[in-house]
């Protein structure tokens, strides 16, 4: 159901927004927990162990712990209203981009619009465009998630407002470059990868019921998610360390604060300070949670997809 299909012409462009945006929204829901220790984790300079006695986080269980002991089960889902106009509109923006570039594909080339390597381009392209859309949304999720008690920001207008009357328009786009560079590959490979365990899985289990095909679109997706995120954690944390530049006030509860000139700049000065252990500060909860995250996106999406053929059929 992921891509244009000549043959079964299920969805239109707009089912496919309603499907992603739906699909986004209940996953943010579901994942927002794992999604608030990742962004602790990486914007964390001390290192992320017990034997270091300034360090806030140690790991899961202590950062769990800590977070609910000091902020409250809310905590978990700080940030969620941005995080939600991000997951719903970045769903509908990549997997409209995505049917459509599958679409043009078939229609002006000759390649096969279920090879997996067109599915790497095309996931990319639709995850870039979607990322330039919401870019402004992501900021405001992550400053949200970052901050901690007492909070600068005590709502999403109030937000708004001072970063753009204290930073500038631009502030809403910083860590942009890290974060297309990151994206292309990352949501590619995830395409890619999903495209190849549905084909595999379908060689090893020929014929298949509703219900074993939901969850091996839920197995497929999870399994992608952790080889892409894992391949492209690096740029996601340089991503996320630019984008509270200008917010460091907020963060000296947590520890200790840089000062970033740019996308080389802070690559040099987390491997000059942290080593290169430092790009892959947070990457338990992350492949958690893009385990979850991404297993669940292509489940809701395919599911929902194949709910919204259901329905036009009844009413023909």
Same mark, same amino acid.
């Given at each position: 159901? !992921?891509? #244009?299909?000549? +043959?079964?012409k299920?969805?239109? =462009?707009?089912?496919a927004?309603?499907?992603?945006?739906?699909?986004?929204?209940?996953?943010? !829901?579901?994942?927002?927990?794992?999604?608030?220790?990742?962004?602790?984790?990486?914007?964390?300079?001390?290192?992320?162990?017990?034997?270091?006695?300034?360090?806030? #986080?140690?790991?899961? /269980? @202590?950062?769990v712990?800590?977070?609910?002991? +000091?902020? *409250?089960?809310?905590?978990?889902?700080? *940030?969620?209203?941005?995080?939600?106009?991000?997951?719903? *509109?970045?769903?509908?923006v990549?997997?409209?981009?995505?049917?459509s570039?599958?679409?043009?594909?078939?229609?002006?080339?000759?390649?096969?619009?279920?090879d997996?390597?067109?599915?790497?381009?095309? *996931?990319?392209?639709?995850?870039?465009?979607?990322?330039?859309? $919401?870019?402004?949304?992501?900021?405001?999720?992550t400053?949200?998630?970052?901050?901690?008690?007492?909070?600068?920001?005590?709502?999403?207008?109030?937000a708004?407002?001072?970063?753009? @009357?204290?930073?500038?328009?631009?502030?809403? #786009?910083?860590?942009? =470059?890290?974060?297309?560079?990151?994206?292309?590959?990352y949501a590619?490979?995830?395409?890619?990868?999903?495209?190849?365990?549905?084909?595999?899985?379908?060689? $090893?289990?020929?014929? +298949?019921? =509703?219900?074993?095909?939901?969850?091996?679109?839920? !197995?497929?997706?999870?399994?992608?998610?952790v080889?892409?995120k =894992?391949?492209?954690?690096?740029?996601? /944390?340089?991503?996320?360390?630019? @984008?509270?530049?200008?917010?460091?006030?907020?963060?000296?509860?947590?520890g200790?604060?840089?000062?970033?000139?740019?996308?080389?700049?802070?690559?040099? @000065?987390?491997?000059?300070?942290?080593? &290169?252990g430092?790009?892959?500060?947070? /990457?338990? &909860?992350? $492949?958690?949670k893009?385990?979850?995250s991404?297993?669940? !996106?292509?489940?809701?999406?395919?599911?929902?997809?194949?709910?919204l053929?259901?329905?036009?059929? +009844?009413?023909?």
């Amino acid at each position: 159901m !992921v891509g #244009y299909d000549p +043959e079964a012409k299920c969805v239109s =462009t707009a089912e496919a927004a309603a499907a992603g945006s739906a699909s986004g929204l209940v996953t943010r !829901v579901l994942v927002s927990p794992l999604d608030v220790l990742k962004i602790r984790f990486q914007l964390q300079i001390e290192q992320l162990s017990s034997r270091n006695p300034t360090a806030k #986080y140690h790991g899961i /269980l @202590q950062a769990v712990q800590r977070i609910f002991r +000091e902020e *409250g089960m809310t905590a978990f889902w700080k *940030g969620h209203v941005p995080a939600q106009f991000l997951s719903v *509109g970045f769903g509908a923006v990549q997997f409209m981009a995505f049917e459509s570039l599958t679409e043009l594909v078939h229609n002006v080339t000759s390649f096969n619009t279920r090879d997996s390597f067109v599915h790497l381009v095309c *996931g990319g392209l639709a995850a870039c465009t979607a990322t330039v859309a $919401v870019q402004p949304v992501d900021t405001l999720r992550t400053r949200f998630a970052a901050q901690g008690e007492p909070k600068i920001y005590p709502n999403l207008r109030h937000a708004v407002m001072t970063m753009y @009357q204290t930073e500038g328009p631009r502030t809403f #786009y910083r860590g942009l =470059t890290p974060t297309l560079v990151a994206i292309f590959p990352y949501a590619g490979l995830q395409f890619f990868f999903y495209n190849i365990l549905q084909q595999f899985s379908r060689w $090893v289990i020929p014929a +298949e019921g =509703t219900n074993g095909g939901n969850v091996k679109n839920l !197995v497929c997706g999870s399994c992608a998610g952790v080889i892409s995120k =894992t391949l492209t954690y690096p740029l996601d /944390l340089v991503k996320k360390r630019l @984008q509270v530049g200008g917010f460091e006030h907020a963060r000296a509860a947590f520890g200790q604060v840089r000062t970033y000139g740019g996308f080389l700049d802070c690559m040099r @000065q987390i491997m000059r300070e942290e080593g &290169p252990g430092g790009f892959f500060k947070g /990457l338990s &909860p992350s $492949v958690l949670k893009a385990a979850c995250s991404t297993g669940l !996106v292509f489940f809701w999406y395919e599911l929902f997809c194949s709910l919204l053929c259901a329905l036009r059929r +009844e009413h023909r």
